[in-house]
């Protein structure tokens, strides 16, 4: 069993920062992959961005490249999410997931977090 663990949501002004982290635990973790989506309410859950454990490579969602970078922490089993110039439509609530193969879609992961809630105001 699988425990991912966010942290580090809250709310922001528009153009400030803040950094997510995603603790997992539970098994090991080589050859998966740990990804962020979010959901805004009234919206569908949607990818943010993922990485793959053992090599590193990272994907994003066309519209958040360049503002948001996704790492890892091998050692502590956690991966982050930094978010860079955050602006109100980045407002949601974002969930840690991992799944076995990269895929943009919301059905792919087997596992999630409990999300944590990141408010941007205007």
């Known amino acids: 069993q699988v425990q991912l663990v966010e942290s580090w949501g809250g709310l922001v002004q528009a153009g400030g920062s803040l950094r997510l982290s995603c603790a997992a635990s539970g098994r090991t973790f080589s050859n998966l992959v740990t990804g962020w989506f979010r959901q805004a309410p009234g919206k569908e859950r949607e990818f943010v961005a993922s990485?793959?454990?053992?090599?590193?490579?990272?994907y994003y969602a066309d519209s958040l490249k360049g503002r948001f970078t996704i790492s890892r922490d091998n050692a502590k089993n956690t991966v982050y999410l930094q978010m860079n110039g955050l602006k109100p439509e980045d407002t949601a609530v974002y969930y840690c997931?991992?799944?076995?193969?990269?895929?943009?879609?919301?059905?792919?992961?087997?596992?999630w977090g409990q999300g944590t809630q990141v408010t941007v105001s205007s």
């Open positions: 997931a991992v799944a076995r193969y990269f895929s943009r879609s919301a059905n792919s992961p087997d596992y």
């Open positions: 990485i793959g454990w053992n090599s590193g490579t990272t």
